[in-house]
């Protein structure tokens, strides 16, 4: 079994350039989730060419892809890729490293296809994660249905192996009120601003009384026309986070009345855009498949950090990890003490110690797919542990 394990770091180091030519590229040309035409194009062809079938648009999701290595009866591995990147700040997620790094696991794994023990491995192509769902409609679409575990990695700036994650459903507020001049009449006025402002205002307070990891975070989508024109419609997006799905839900109608509230004082009427079908849910702990990354992540000499429950965001991994056992073990990629979504981060993500932190997370992917099909009773296990969490 080692003998296998042992060739595929040397077949990522003898890809290294081009997978960190691959980060680059999309990188540089940063794609809003749904609209990552080059990013899966490129990754589709790069699997393509070191023998994976593929899938191009599967389960209805354009940008989407399924790259299979079949060598035989066995278990089903996914190694998942993002490739989305954010709007105003690009890859301010890294996520050109997560992608970069799941084709170059899946590469390595291909180059010793011959010696792999029976079974299968997928790199799949997840679009849109930051807000689309594209997992969620994955999951809906069947892709996960015949796969035993996943695993993906997901850039920060340290490595941690395993990540709580908040629960996030958003919301939407339009208030329509009524126009008038501002100077002139303003009486005749129904001000819809006000209404998204008084909405700020009570969310405000309710965030005194929420659990301390919740955390609800709003922008004004629509604020009025000119000065000189009391607003007739206003429009504001709220992200109402948890660490448990119920307390979000639940928490998620106290915002929502937060907007009633608003709507009533000033008069404006509401609707309210609610994505319940979109919603992400906690990540799920799998200690066995984080243990076996674990495991080979120490052979690389790679030194983790606590886990935070201080810096916890929300990814529809989380969604994959209700449906199968999953892990996304948090990658160094960038100085210790960089936040994630910043424009620092953005610059981080193609220097050496992003290259770095692709390298060895392909790496250890890997190995950890050469564990999981070598040991199918590690796969039970991890199913297992699955289970009896539910
Ligand atoms: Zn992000
Ligand atoms: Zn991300």
Redesign the pocket.
Known sequence: MSAVKDLVGPAVDRLADELDTLSRRIHEHPELGYQEVKAAGWLSEFLERQGFKMERGVAGVDTAFRGTLDTGDGPTIAILC?YDALPAIGHA?G?NVIAAAGAGAGAALAAVRAQLPKGRIQVIGTPA?EGGGGKVKLIRGGVFEAVDVAMMI?GFDRWIMHQDLLGIVRCGFEFTGKAAHAAADPWEGVNALDAVIQTFNNVSMLRQQVRPEARIHGIVTSGGAAPNIIPEFAAATFYVRAADIDYMWALQKRVISCAEGAARATGCALKVIEQRDNAYEPMKRNATLLDAFRANARTLGIVESPESRERMGS?DIGNVSQVIPAIQPMVQIAPEGTPIHSRAFEAAAVEPLARDGLLKSAKIMAMTACDLLANPALVKEARREFEASR
């Open positions: 993002e997620c996520h994660e997901h990814s």
